[in-house]
């Protein structure tokens, strides 16, 4: 059996999918040199994608992948997708390839910042199975339901809660998903109590709720502005700062003090990789990054931002989620075991 075939996801969580994830974690490798660094790189370059296709980081890494040839010696980024398990095969996959800059990941939160907290069986640790290498973008998140819902406002979905907890349901796009941990901190947070429905992916959820099967979801605006536009769901507040997708939509900070949330994803490299050959990949990103029309496609495309820069920036803020989010974890009991 292939230990990294993609597991069979449940709409009701993903089980033991991670139990099948036990894999070694990668040794120590050789380095690689100044020069050889200096010369990457000189075939082409693997970018793993934690998720299937046409989703919101697949965008995003065929965005880059676009201009990467430019400053990258001519060679073409080949964009590979590995999905399933919230992106712990991916991660998985790729902690365990040479760090010799010809395989690198799409990050994402499971896979590289919570995985470990998620599921205590993954074989590796976030925090110490890859090499960061550049902070991506963020994605903007918005709180939507179905028009059909009675509460309009953050405020009153929290008062129909607190009358009558365990009364609204919410769905997600996977057990540990972002789409899962806002709503959970919106539970903490606010001190309600809702019932959750994981569904596949961020299209079945948003489905779910245009459908009224569930009331709320979580998911990028971007992948759900069509049927916003369309009047089907309803932007109830902003998970961060203002849209320009949505230019009218309250923020859920108004309401909860501090509450700031966005998908996010970046790039990373297997563990052990050379310094200067580390800065050399972060250096090629960056410029790739600094596109106006890779920015555009983002800004106007997948309604997020740009955010770039150093190496320790990525490392750090890896960090501050893992710290963020483990509390929301344990304390929600969130488990894919």
Sequence with gaps: MNEFAEPKATRRGLGGLAAGLLLAPALARPALG???????????????????????VDTLARSFGARFPEFANGQPLVIENRSGAGGMVAGAYVTGQQPDGYTLMMADIGANAIGKLLNRQLSYDPMTGF???MHGANLHAALVTNPQVPQKTVAELIQAARAKPESLVYASAGVGNGSHLFMALL??????SMVHIPYRSGSETALAVMRNETQFCFPTLSSVLGMVRGGQLRVIAMGGGPCPQAPEAPLMRDTIPGFDVAIWYGVAAPP??????????????????AVPEVRRAVEESQAGSIVAGPRQQFADFLKREHERWAPVIQEGGIRVE
């Design 34 to 56: 100044n020069t050889a660094a200096a010369a990457w790189p000189d075939r082409p370059v693997r970018m793993v994608v934690p998720f299937g296709a046409g989703g919101a």
């Design 131 to 133: 090499t960061p290498i």
């Design 187 to 192: 539970e903490r947070q606010a001190k309600i």
């Design 272 to 289: 052990g990789m050379n310094p200067a050959l580390a800065d050399r990949i972060n250096e090629v990103f960056n410029r790739v990054a």
